[in-house]
């Protein structure tokens, strides 16, 4: 069995034991969302027992009490760094000061079951360049990580307490601010539906809580046959996963119902 610190990997724990799951999931209720398979692959290579004790409000030593009578050896000389467990700090945090950052939390928004990316786009064109956006969120934003990554933008997140995340963003002195939210629904919808039907692979992302319908989305589409659509139930338009679609050559046409309730066909282009 392996030997584990406050610096060790979550991953590398769940790997090592098969009930190493479950004994997490008892320290912290906040721990529940590993049960589902997109968000431990998301969250788990990245977390190590001395951040996932801040998320879960509770100490690295809670994790040895759980781990230890599945037979991993505790190394308690490790005291767990708080730098954002040894990633390296870019060198734009270094020089962040009040009068270049600009604080967005949307936190709110998020309870109230709505879509903060309009906001967070207009905070972002409303910035100037090499500003620094400060959004503070609930979890770490990771497709709008890669969305604005993309855009030159230079980001750093870091955990600051339970269900307390800020991630940074600098802007660069050029930065493509199309926002990428008047997405066109093509009118041939019905066509594409009847080429597929009965070749359709149905999901309903409604439910779940962000980050996850683009997660899943992105999940089934890597596995979807070539003959193959994927016929999917969304609550709005997800404006995050249309350049990932994109990026792997799949093709998508959308119909919106009403507020609340949108349909997409993804298939390979």
Known sequence: MITINADTKIAAILKAHPDALEAIVSISPRFTKLRNPL???????????SMASKVGGCSVNDFFKKLKP??????NSVGGND??????????????????????DV?????????????????????????????????????????LGKRGYKTYSEIAGTEL???YFLKPERADDSDGENVQTDGNWEEIYKRFEGKLKEIDVRHLEM??????????????PSDMALYVHHKRIPVFLLPELKERKLDFRIKEISEGEVFLLIFKA
């Open 211 to 224: 980050p996850l319908p683009m997660l899943t989305i992105l999940e089934e589409v890597d596995n979807l």
């Open 39 to 49: 968000l431990r692959k998301l969250m788990a290579s990245r977390t190590s027992i």
């Open 70 to 75: 599945l037979g991993f050896k505790i190394d």
């Open 165 to 167: 995340v800020y991630t």
């Open 83 to 104: 730098v954002q467990d040894n990633v390296e700090i870019p060198e734009f945090m270094k020089q962040l000061t009040p009068e270049n950052t600009i604080e967005l």
């Open 107 to 147: 936190r709110s928004v998020l309870d109230e079951g709505k879509d903060p990316l309009s906001l967070i786009l207009k905070k972002t064109k409303e910035i100037q360049p090499l500003q620094t956006l400060k959004l503070i969120n609930s979890f770490e934003p990771t497709p709008l990580i890669e969305m």
